[in-house]
């Protein structure tokens, strides 16, 4: 059982927050109602950082996948030589 932890336990940590995060959103308490300003003001900061962010993970995926595969340049280098 000792083996079985040591090697699932992020697996596990991730399951046991994600359930406490999902009963959070399903079954909110009236405790959190209380902080509904400062997460207000958390999205109203991050908001302008949004479209911008989403704009370079765009690029950036775009770039990885067609751009910049040094791999298959080198692979093609490699079978026009063969």
Same mark, same amino acid.
């Given at each position: 059982? &000792?083996? @079985? @932890?040591?090697?699932?336990?992020?697996? /596990?940590?991730?399951? =046991? !927050?994600? $359930? =406490? =995060?999902?009963? $959070? @959103?399903?079954?909110?308490? +009236? =405790?959190?109602? %209380?902080?509904? +300003?400062? &997460?207000?003001?958390?999205?109203? /900061? @991050? %908001?302008? *950082?949004? +479209?911008?962010?989403?704009?370079? $993970?765009? !690029? *950036?995926?775009?770039?990885?996948?067609? $751009?910049?595969?040094?791999?298959?340049?080198?692979?093609?280098? %490699? !079978? &026009?030589? %063969?």
């Amino acid at each position: 059982m &000792r083996s @079985f @932890f040591r090697n699932w336990w992020r697996l /596990l940590v991730a399951v =046991a !927050l994600l $359930v =406490a =995060a999902i009963q $959070v @959103f399903v079954r909110p308490s +009236p =405790a959190l109602e %209380r902080v509904e +300003p400062v &997460r207000d003001a958390g999205v109203a /900061l @991050f %908001r302008p *950082f949004t +479209p911008p962010r989403t704009s370079c $993970v765009a !690029l *950036f995926r775009v770039w990885n996948r067609y $751009v910049a595969p040094g791999g298959v340049s080198r692979e093609n280098d %490699r !079978l &026009r030589k %063969r």
